[in-house]
């Protein structure tokens, strides 16, 4: 009985020894250097990895680069502003050249953007949200936006607007003033707006009526600041 005891245990043990290492043949052993095993993937070329010759390897694009590989594409690309601008227009020229200064600069995006925040204003504008105001618009528009809801206020006024649709939003004109990127949108709306007095009568507006509204707005940001953030320069 002991000896069929022994015998087992050895043929046990030869078993054990014979699993790890063939574990250790297929796995390898552990250096220190692994990642960890939920750890991103690294793409080829990844920012920080070193390079063969020991230096970081840039990404394209970074700030001290003057033109990033998208600006290069763009400008090759003959129907680059198709949709945004006609070809050959001041529109076009002036996309060129504010991309020119910021390659990151999407005039697509911006334009979804800017349809976003022409439904915004105009919805702080008519709740008196000074603060949402105030982060979209620039300094000399705040003001008199400022100025026209304090009057409103003063009068006991309350205005009621519901936006009813988007029907057409283009860019009608794009510059480059310094290191300002400036671009002009025109808007075609729908909007229900009606403004009531103390005693809830209407003096302004139809709270029953659906007005067509059309509106050139100018959008500027600073491509030299790391505010991504654009303003309402003028109306």
């Not at 939920?38 to 920080?48: E, K, L, M, T």
């Not at 911006?110 to 439904?119: D, H, P, Q, T």
């Amino acid at each position: 009985m002991s000896d069929t005891f022994d015998v087992t245990t050895i043929i046990f043990a030869a078993l054990a020894l014979f699993v790890v290492w063939k574990l250790r043949s297929v796995l390898g052993t552990r250096t220190g250097h692994e990642r960890r095993p939920d750890a991103p993937p690294r793409p080829n070329g990844a920012a920080g990895a070193p390079s063969d010759d020991g230096k970081v390897v840039r990404l394209p694009g970074a700030a001290n680069d003057r033109r990033a590989p998208g600006q290069a594409l763009r400008q090759n690309n003959e129907a680059r502003w198709d949709g945004l601008a006609e070809r050959g227009s001041a529109v076009w020229q002036g996309l060129d050249s504010a991309v020119a200064e910021d390659p990151s600069f999407e005039p697509g995006e911006f334009l979804e953007g800017a349809k976003a925040a022409y439904e915004m204003i105009i919805g702080a504008f008519a709740s008196g949200d000074r603060q949402t105001l105030n982060q979209l618009l620039a300094r000399d528009v705040y003001e008199s936006f400022e100025q026209a809801i304090a009057e409103r206020e003063k009068a006991g006024h309350k205005v009621e607007t519901t936006f009813v649709s988007m029907d057409a939003v283009k860019i009608d004109d794009a510059q480059l003033r310094g290191r300002s990127i400036q671009i002009t949108v025109a808007f075609a709306s729908k909007l229900i707006t009606a403004t009531y007095d103390p005693a809830n009568k209407v003096v302004d507006g139809n709270p029953e009526k659906v007005s067509d509204v059309a509106d050139v707005w100018t959008f500027a940001r600073d491509a030299g600041s790391n505010d991504p953030n654009w303003k309402l320069i003028a109306t």
